[in-house]
């Protein structure tokens, strides 16, 4: 199970640290983790993701040099550090476990978390 939380309303410019907690019977050192958002009348879409010890960090043209995932496998929670927050950035944010090496493809992905939304104001 994953719980995103982390998600408000911001100015641009601003900066916002989602968290997602795992819990369960898989140990959360074995999965990779990513991050996907879902804009208003978009589809959804890559965000970032990480490996499952927490190198090799890979990440969305549109976010690369503002965002920074990171993880710490102790407190089984992985963070998506969000800077310089743009009007564009605003979507739900998912974050999701995989343990068949997804990257950007969703559907390689096992488990999802509920989702928090993050707005961004102009």
């Known amino acids: 199970q994953l719980q995103a939380s982390g998600g408000g309303l911001v100015q641009a410019g601003g900066s916002l640290r989602l968290s997602c907690a795992a819990s369960g019977r898989r140990a959360f050192s074995t999965v990779a983790m990513g991050w996907f958002r879902r804009a208003p009348g978009k589809d959804r879409e890559f965000v970032a993701r990480?490996?499952?010890?927490?190198?090799?960090?890979y990440y969305a043209d549109s976010v690369k040099g503002r965002f920074t995932i990171s993880r710490d496998n102790a407190e089984n929670t992985v963070y998506l550090q969000m800077n310089s927050l743009i009007p564009e950035d605003t979507a739900v944010y998912y974050c999701?476990?995989?343990?068949?090496?997804?990257?950007?493809?969703?559907?390689?992905?096992?488990?999802w978390g509920q989702g928090t939304l993050v707005t961004v104001s102009s």
């Open positions: 999701a476990a995989s343990s068949r090496g997804g990257v950007q493809d969703a559907s390689l992905y096992d488990y």
């Open positions: 990480i490996n499952r010890s927490g190198g090799t960090p």
